[in-house]
Structure formats: C-alpha cells, structure tokens
C-alpha cells in the first residue's frame, strides 16, 4: 500500500524566512496531493493541493512542487510569519478507488518574531 | 460550503461501554466519508472508508467488528467504538468527499476519553 514519508520532523525559522518540507510517496499510481495545516486540538484545514499532471502551484506565499519520476513533492512557505506555525502534513490518495488519503507524519513548524 | 460537523466534540465514558460518533456534510452530499484517528502528537491514520450505502472499507489493523460505521445517506456517517477500552482514548476525525472532485472537506475531530 501507499506510504508517505515527510520531513523535517520539526522545523524552526525566523520571521521572514522561508520554509520548506518534502514528503515522498511509495505508490506511482497516486494522483492527487494536499497538504494540510492543523493548529493543536483543531481539525486540519487544506492549505493547497496539486494533481499529478501538473508540476508546480503556487498561492500567495505558499506553493507546492511535484515531481513524479521522483515520487516527492515539497511545500514551499516565503516570508513567514508568526501565524504560520502549526503541524503541516502532507498526503497522498491510496486505496482500491484512489480516493483515500494517506498522511506523512507531520512537520511542526515553529516562526520566531 | 464544504462544511463538516461531528458530535459530540468530546465524549468521556467508562471502560466497556459503547460510544457513536455522528459526521455530517452540512451543505453538500459525501458520497465518500473517510474516518482517522490521530493520537498525541502523531499523524492522522486511516481507519476506513466509507461510500453511502455500502459496507465500509477498513484499513489494515483496523477492527470492523470493533469499529462499526455506518453510512446510510449521502450526508450522515457514524462510527461506533464497540466496548470501548482506555487505549482507544485518541481523537477520531471524519472527512467527506464530493463525488468526481479530489478534496476532502475535514470535521473537527471527537476527543474520546475511555477510563
């Protein structure tokens, strides 16, 4: 079955800064990729998403890359702020109709003002 | 749109006993509904999926017996936790999907605590 790999476990930048986390997927037929944004004891909230046959999406500050040959792809976050920080996953559909989504572990992110 | 609720948002009960966890899509129909639970600090794990009016899909692990899911109609999907003890104490969030579009729209989880 599918499993994703993500990392860096934890993250810490300053203000400002750019972040980024990389996740990889085991199953080449996964085609779709979000990632998501969960603040402690909350419900995760879709930040942005990109689809196998695209290669890059950006959305103000964030954007995603995927690499298929590869089998990873990256959030990529400029100009951090404060209110950035939480747990980010990112995920992968698996299952027999490919609709399930399969999550990395997460990475905390911590933005220091 | 796209709003998902669940109830109860938090649920203590003794050892043994049963719990219902209730998910529904307030403003669209879920032909799909996912259920995870996420323990302390760890990631969401997939428990099953379930497609309205057919028997739910449990990943690997997951006891069906155990965790009974019930999806009768295109906007309500229930998890029951069958004789509930305390190491199924975790957070159990649902998700629902929109037929034919890729995103899943997420409730707010149910903290379950089992003495």
């Known amino acids: 079955g599918e499993n994703v790999e993500q990392h860096p476990s934890t993250l810490s930048v300053q203000e400002g800064d750019s972040a980024v986390i990389k996740c990889t997927y085991s199953d080449s037929a996964s085609n779709y990729f979000p990632w998501y944004k969960q603040e402690l004891g909350k419900r995760p909230q879709l930040i942005i998403d990109i689809r196998s046959n695209v290669g890059e999406k950006k959305d103000q500050r964030i954007a995603v890359t995927l690499n298929k040959t590869a089998k990873h792809f990256s959030l990529h976050i400029t100009e951090t702020q404060p209110e950035d920080s939480a747990v980010y996953f990112c995920?992968?559909?698996?299952?027999?109709?490919?609709?399930?989504?399969?999550f990395g572990k997460g990475t905390t992110l911590s933005v220091s003002s | 749109g796209a709003v998902v609720s669940q109830h109860p948002s938090r649920v203590i009960c003794k050892s043994g006993t049963s719990v219902k966890i209730e998910c529904r899509s307030l403003?669209?129909?879920?032909?799909?509904m996912f259920w995870y639970r996420q323990f302390p600090k760890q990631s969401l794990m997939l428990m099953a999926t379930?497609?309205?009016?057919?028997?739910?899909?449990?990943e690997q692990g997951v006891e069906k017996d155990k965790f009974l899911i019930n999806h009768a109609s295109l906007t309500l999907s229930t998890l029951t936790v069958t004789s509930a003890h305390p190491e199924d104490s975790s957070f159990y969030i649902c998700?629902?999907?929109?037929?034919?579009?890729?995103?899943?729209?997420f409730g707010p989880g149910t903290r379950l605590t089992v003495l």
């Open positions: 403003d669209f129909q879920a032909t799909t």
């Open positions: 998700s629902a999907r929109i037929g034919g579009f890729d995103t899943q729209y």
């Open positions: 995920a992968a559909t698996a299952g027999e109709a490919g609709t399930a989504l399969i």
């Open positions: 379930s497609n309205e009016g057919s028997k739910a899909t449990y």
